[in-house]
């Protein structure tokens, strides 16, 4: 049994539920769901990612080329459908994409955004519904764990350069923002 089992067994036996683990270096991270906004914006994300030869998937854990640890993406979105149990890694995708929590927004910002680019994941976005905002980095540096160019849209204007979008925008006019 893997540590993440031991720790899921134990947090079943206190009442606990949780949608993913993260390990973030020598934290892990337990994340026991998330708001309606959250789940609305990624699916809303993934019926826009059209593309046939494209798999989009949630809830799986991406493997990283510059750190040890798997982060669990919110959607990973790879050039080809995944073998039973793969794991993608990070420089093999399409875009990466969280969807920032209301209370642990700074990982998302600051931790993946480093351990991301470090990996050479060619696209991350980070999409805001505290601030209503979305920010597409693109063009990884990975010896500085940091991304050349960042994108920033407010909610209502499209996301453009968007690889998997074929040239089409990223369409938020209808993302949710945390009440």
Not at 26 to 51: C, K, M, S, Y
Not at 57 to 74: I, R, S, W, Y
Not at 94 to 122: T, W
Not at 143 to 148: A, D, I, L, R
Request: hydrophobic content about 35%; overall charge negative; aromatic content about 8%.
């Amino acid at each position: 049994m893997t540590a993440s089992d031991q720790l899921a067994a134990f947090a079943e036996t206190k009442g606990f539920t949780f949608r993913k683990l993260e390990s973030l270096g020598d934290t892990i991270l337990i994340l026991t769901g998330t708001r309606w906004e959250h789940g609305v914006i990624i699916a809303q994300i993934q019926d826009q990612v059209r593309r046939p030869r494209t798999c989009k998937v949630t809830n799986v854990d991406l493997q990283l080329t510059a750190d040890p640890g798997e982060l669990v993406p919110d959607l990973i979105v790879v050039p080809e459908q995944l073998a039973p149990g793969a794991k993608p890694w990070a420089h093999e995708t399409e875009l990466l994409v969280e969807v920032v929590s209301q209370r642990n927004y700074r990982e998302d910002y600051e931790g993946k955004r480093r351990r991301y680019a470090g990996s050479g994941a060619p696209q991350y976005l980070i999409v805001d519904p505290r601030d209503g905002l979305c920010m597409l980095h693109t063009e990884p540096i990975k010896s500085k764990g940091n991304y050349e160019q960042i994108v920033t849209t407010k909610f209502g204007q499209p996301v453009t350069g968007v690889l998997c979008m074929d040239g089409a925008e990223l369409d938020t006019s209808e993302f949710l923002r945390y009440t």
